[in-house]
């Protein structure tokens, strides 16, 4: 059974960083692509980043680009969310799941974890 936590959220000021775990058990991310997503109030969830299998490639949604780096660690079965120069409309719960093919937006399971609450402060 797959489950997916992740962590790492919290409060912070804009221009400020936080880094995001995916801690994922019952799959290996050594061998799926994995990707970031987050919803925000009275929003639809959307796709943040994706990376490829044995970090093959990365990509990212627009307002993203050159701010948040996704990265991960086959040993820890980890996937991460490097996010710099946070702005206020980066607040969102920040969720993981596995995404399809690389470039996917798309996540393959419809479970969902928690998520971690990030919030950015003006």
């Known amino acids: 059974q797959v489950r997916l936590v992740e962590s790492g959220g919290g409060l912070v000021q804009a221009g400020g960083s936080l880094r995001l775990s995916c801690a994922a058990s019952?799959?290996?991310?050594?061998?799926?692509?994995m990707g970031w997503f987050r919803q925000a109030p009275g929003k639809e969830r959307e796709f943040v980043a994706g990376i490829r299998f044995n970090a093959g490639s990365t990509w990212y949604e627009e307002p993203v680009k050159g701010r948040f780096t996704i990265s991960e660690d086959d040993r820890e079965n980890t996937v991460y969310l490097q996010m710099n120069s946070l702005k206020p409309e980066d607040t969102a719960v920040y969720y993981c799941n596995r995404v399809g093919l690389s470039g996917s937006k798309s996540p393959v399971y419809d479970y969902w974890g928690q998520g971690t609450q990030v919030t950015v402060s003006s």
């Open positions: 019952g799959l290996s991310i050594s061998t799926v692509s």
